[in-house]
């Protein structure tokens, strides 16, 4: 009789993350990172900016043990995106930079680290 292990590990993130449902609010982003990035810190947190080039600008932020934050966009195109990690004292190192088309009810961008 063979005896068969199944062993799944969790690390780092506190939470399973899902995809948004798409709602009546708009398209939405939702940025994922390793757990990784904390450095073992639990007062760093993440901080995302989107901007679409014509003046509307979206900032969230969330703890870093999150793994994810999702923003919610105004309207479906290309949108200059940011990712900080941000200290207990405020400041911020610039994880990433891109552009991004949300072109669909809810768009995953994978910040790179």
Avoid at 30 to 55: F, K, M, Q
Wanted: with cysteine.
């Amino acid at each position: 009789m063979k005896t068969f292990v199944l062993l799944l590990v969790v690390a780092g993130c506190d939470r399973i993350i899902e995809s948004p449902a798409p709602d009546a609010s708009g398209p939405s982003l939702t940025a994922i990172w390793d757990p990784a990035t904390c450095r073992g810190d639990p007062r760093r947190h993440i901080e995302v900016r989107l901007d679409d080039g014509a003046g509307a600008t979206i900032v969230a932020d969330s703890a870093c043990a999150a793994c994810a934050v999702e923003l919610v966009v105004p309207h479906v195109g290309w949108y200059r995106a940011a990712a900080l990690a941000v200290d207990a004292s405020g400041a911020g190192t610039a994880l990433a930079t891109t552009t991004l088309a949300i072109d669909a009810p809810a768009v995953r961008w994978r910040v790179a680290w």
